[in-house]
């Protein structure tokens, strides 16, 4: 157990509080930032065509951690489940849809988990852009099937991304 007086066990708790206070969802990709708009996303060197979409805002750290992505990011804050209830339209996919006509956005890499729900994500989303001309990719499954991209090592998880496939 560590020991705290009382001052620096008040001014520890009141740190925790302003930073989670500070902490906001990006208006852009929803990743986790001080900011309205997060860095990456304000980024003026890297790739605006090419965006990784992820479940989770936590994610995004997963990937930028493998040094391997060069682009952008959408968090569409989980996976279609049709159990829990969770369908299409519960997710940042009209988000994602709206970025595509707004951005010149050439390539979607789709980094849902190579889980049941993630799997279903990416297909509904290739299949709503079927005929966009964009193209798309799926993370390769170096990843073990059904775990997550928080389970993956980093390198099994930046081998992945390096060779994505055609989705
Ligand atoms: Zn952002």
């Known amino acids: 157990m560590i020991r705290m007086d009382e001052d620096k066990f008040h001014s520890f708790i009141h740190t925790l509080v302003s930073i989670k206070e500070s902490i906001k969802f990006c208006k852009v990709c929803a990743g986790l930032t001080e900011l309205e708009i997060c860095e ?11 965006i990784c979409v992820v479940e989770q805002p936590e ?9 391997e992505m060069s682009g952008k990011y959408h968090v569409l804050n989980g996976s279609i489940s049709p159990l829990d209830g969770i369908g299409p339209d519960k997710l940042r996919i009209k988000e994602l849809l709206n970025r595509l006509k707004e951005e010149e956005i050439e390539e979607l890499l789709l980094a849902t988990n190579p889980t049941l729900e993630g799997d279903a994500t990416a297909g509904y989303i290739s299949s709503s852009l079927k005929d966009s001309g964009i193209k798309i990719s799926r993370i390769a ?3 073990s099937v059904g775990s997550t991209l928080e389970f993956a090592d980093q390198y099994t998880l930046g081998k992945a991304i390096r060779s994505r496939l055609p989705f």
Not at 43 to 48: D, E, K, L, V
Not at 59 to 67: C, K, P, V, Y
Request: proline share 4%.
């Open 40 to 50: 990456i996303c304000s980024s003026p060197i890297r790739n605006s065509k090419l």
């Open 59 to 67: 994610d995004i750290l997963f990937i930028e951690n493998t040094g």
């Open 141 to 143: 499954h170096g990843i």
